[in-house]
């Protein structure tokens, strides 16, 4: 007898999103993380932008369920308050070289069945982003490309996942795996864990379980992306995303506005060995800033608030890596490299198709809760501390403990007694904003600290 009917290992967005999908039919389900908290690998760490895959390369696996997971995350946003700003974005062009490579980028966009693209000359890309750098050619409109809240996406959908019915199963690092006749041993930090089948969306370790299965067909290579996120007195700089011409290596740095009001430069491209370098580094952080002088020159007169990184899972192959082994009633998902935020819920469907022609029996639930609804974090909606009829009911919702980012004791209180609490500071602060400004908890951090103890103490 085994514990679970599937087990999904990764709870970052896509195994959160695929542990949804199922929970959604007649299913025994239990999503299985390393960390002590859901979203704490690469999908906290992004650039967070909701991609309409214009720049996808035509007929991939990755282009299709891009182009899929922009409409179904929107909607889903809809429904359970995840932040986003349709900002649109600007591609911009800076030499002959780059200025020639547009129409090819427009075609490209139809190819993947965009067709709101529009070339326009660099009297329009001024009108649009006014503190761009000297020496703008032409550019290439991408209007619905859009920022969004990562942390809320993860934490929507697992949360989803859990109150269909999946367990949750954090602190549990998967060392060895022994496939059976009636099912499959999942050898963890905390125990065994028994399944019929087996998920493997265990991002920049999916390889290392892939092979514990006794595969051998790709390899993850951390590629790492560090950013800095400028203070919100640079927001008026720049009210779209600011795109460069893509290249092999990847989309490039960017400018972007930042659904909690601030301004982000970067991402870098790095490959790296260490699966679990993500620290920033002086010569990164200094080609951003060569490249932000350019780019913007006003915003490097902006004071910085963080610097971050973040390790794509890049793979050996040119597309994601989604295949179904019946035999051994194992699913892999691996190479979700670089837009893993948007595609997230179209490859949970795309798995869970996957799944059901290796043979898995799928009966949807008719009894499904409704989505959670999420707290919103984002700047373009009102906030808790904003919502005068929510403080007279609750005045918990009035009280200020972040005041760089306004968050307030109600939030936090919500966040610790929620379906998924954090485990920690690092994750209230990706559930609420708290210590996310300009003085990155050197204030309030006590306090929280505080704060946390005394909730988290009244939940024992
Ligand atoms: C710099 C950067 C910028 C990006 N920008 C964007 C963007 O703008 N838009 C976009 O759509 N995408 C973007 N992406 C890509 C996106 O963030 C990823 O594709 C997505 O987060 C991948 O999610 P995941 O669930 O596959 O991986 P993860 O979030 O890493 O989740 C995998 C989980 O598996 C767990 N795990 C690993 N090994 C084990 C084990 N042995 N046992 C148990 N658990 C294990 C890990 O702890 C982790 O929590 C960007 C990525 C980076 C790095």
């Known amino acids: 007898m085994t514990d679970y009917d599937v087990v999904v290992i990764g709870a970052g967005i896509v195994g959160s999103a695929i542990a949804r999908e199922l929970a959604g039919c007649e299913l025994s389900v239990a999503l299985l993380e390393a960390r002590d908290d859901v979203g704490d690998g690469t999908s906290k760490a992004n650039t967070a932008i909701l991609h309409t895959g214009?720049?996808?390369?035509?007929?991939?696996?990755?282009?299709?369920?891009?182009?899929?997971?922009?409409?179904e995350l929107s909607e889903y946003a809809r429904h359970t308050g995840i932040p986003v700003e349709h900002t649109g974005a600007v591609l911009v062009a800076w030499d002959d070289e780059q200025l020639d490579a547009l129409?090819?980028?427009?075609?490209?966009?139809?190819?993947?069945?965009?067709t709101r693209c529009e070339i326009v000359d660099s009297a329009a890309v001024y009108a649009m982003v006014p503190h761009l750098g000297e020496g703008v050619r032409g550019g290439l409109t991408v209007p619905?490309?859009?920022i969004i809240c990562t942390w809320t996406v993860n934490l929507a959908l697992a949360t989803d996942a859990v109150t269909r019915g999946a367990r949750l199963l954090t602190g549990h690092r998967i060392d060895g795996v022994?496939?059976?006749?009636?099912?499959?041993?999942?050898?963890?930090?905390?125990g065994d864990v028994t399944a019929r089948w087996v998920v493997n969306a265990a991002g920049l370790g999916a390889d290392l379980i892939d092979a514990m299965l006794g595969h051998?067909?790709?390899?993850?290579?951390?590629?790492?992306?560090?950013?800095?996120?400028?203070?919100?007195?640079?927001?008026?700089?720049?009210?779209?995303?600011?795109?460069?011409?893509?290249?092999?290596?990847?989309?490039?740095?960017?400018?972007?506005?930042?659904?909690?009001?601030?301004?982000?430069?970067?991402?870098?491209?790095?490959?790296?060995?260490?699966?679990?370098?993500?620290?920033?580094?002086?010569?990164?952080?200094?080609?951003?800033?060569?490249?932000?002088?350019?780019?913007?020159?006003?915003?490097?007169?902006?004071?910085?608030?963080?610097?971050?990184?973040?390790?794509?899972?890049?793979?050996?192959?040119?597309?994601?890596?989604?295949?179904?082994?019946?035999?051994?009633?194992?699913?892999?998902?691996?190479?979700?490299?670089?837009?893993?935020?948007?595609?997230?819920?179209?490859?949970?469907?795309?798995?869970?198709?996957?799944?059901r022609a290796a043979g898995l029996s799928l009966v949807p639930?008719?009894?499904?809760?409704?989505?959670?609804?999420?707290?919103?974090?984002?700047?373009?909606?009102?906030?808790?501390?904003?919502?005068?009829?929510?403080?007279?009911?609750?005045?918990?919702?009035?009280?200020?403990?972040?005041?760089?980012?306004?968050?307030?004791?109600?939030?936090?209180?919500?966040?610790?007694?929620?379906?998924?609490?954090?485990?920690g500071l690092d994750g209230l602060r990706r559930r609420t904003r708290v210590m996310n400004g300009r003085c990155q908890g050197f204030f309030c951090g006590g306090e929280v600290q505080e704060y946390v103890d005394l909730l988290t103490g009244a939940r024992r």
Do not use: W
Not at 103 to 111: D, I
Not at 178 to 190: F, K, M, Q, W
């Open 54 to 71: 214009f720049d996808a390369t035509p007929g991939t696996l990755e282009s299709t369920l891009v182009r899929r997971g922009y409409h």
């Open 103 to 114: 129409p090819a980028l427009l075609e490209k966009a139809e190819a993947n069945g965009y």
């Open 144 to 146: 619905d490309e859009s």
């Open 178 to 190: 022994e496939v059976g006749p009636d099912g499959t041993t999942l050898r963890t930090s905390a």
């Open 216 to 355: 051998h067909r790709f390899t993850v290579t951390p590629r790492r992306g560090e950013l800095i996120v400028y203070d919100k007195l640079a927001r008026p700089l720049v009210d779209k995303i600011v795109l460069p011409v893509p290249t092999s290596r990847g989309k490039g740095v960017l400018v972007s506005p930042t659904i909690y009001g601030n301004v982000m430069l970067g991402p870098t491209s790095e490959d790296l060995e260490d699966r679990t370098a993500t620290g920033t580094s002086e010569s990164g952080l200094d080609f951003l800033l060569e490249k932000g002088r350019a780019l913007m020159p006003g915003l490097l007169d902006e004071e910085v608030t963080a610097t971050y990184a973040g390790l794509r899972a890049a793979i050996d192959h040119g597309d994601y890596l989604i295949e179904a082994d019946p035999e051994q009633r194992y699913l892999l998902v691996g190479g979700i490299r670089s837009t893993g935020l948007t595609a997230g819920m179209a490859i949970g469907e795309y798995a869970v198709e996957r799944l």
């Open 365 to 423: 639930r008719a009894d499904l809760p409704a989505p959670p609804r999420m707290p919103n974090l984002g700047e373009a909606s009102t906030r808790p501390y904003q919502d005068e009829e929510l403080i007279a009911s609750d005045p918990e919702y009035g009280a200020i403990v972040c005041f760089c980012e306004r968050v307030t004791a109600g939030e936090l209180r919500d966040a610790c007694t929620s379906v998924i609490p954090p485990a």
